[in-house]
């Protein structure tokens, strides 16, 4: 599924801030009779906003990664969520973003501070 957006939440309950970071791997489109493939170009890495951006307590926070990001169009991109002083959450599945997509994955965190953490997918 193509997406431009990745959501997550941070709900009442947890005690702990966390913090989005997108992991994304680079990827061409080469077009041959009509079928479209897709071949990994050996780019990849971890984006991460500069400055402060932690997700409080029952607080959400969203990416456009075509604006907010220097993501490549029609990368593989995924969630990466970053617990700040805890253990860090699992990613999530992996989308491929469009920039002309207007679809959005959204998750929501839960767990325990030192502990392990579930990662919810809200939507898709």
Request: with cysteine; charged share 30%; hydrophobic share 35%.
């Amino acid at each position: 599924m193509a997406i431009r957006y990745i959501k997550l939440q941070n709900p009442a309950g947890n005690g702990w801030v966390v913090r989005i970071k997108i992991g994304w791997e680079g990827y061409d489109e080469i077009e041959k009779n009509g079928i479209i493939t897709r071949v990994k170009n050996g780019k990849s890495g971890i984006w991460e906003k500069k400055g402060y951006d932690d997700i409080c307590i029952a607080a959400e926070r969203t990416v456009d990664i075509k604006n907010d990001t220097k993501i490549p169009n029609k990368s593989e991109v995924w969630l990466k969520p970053f617990i700040v002083l805890g253990k860090n959450g699992p990613d999530s599945a992996h989308f491929v973003y469009d920039e002309n997509a207007g679809d959005m994955a959204e998750f929501s965190i839960s767990g325990a501070l030192l502990g392990e953490k579930k990662l919810k997918q809200i939507k898709p």
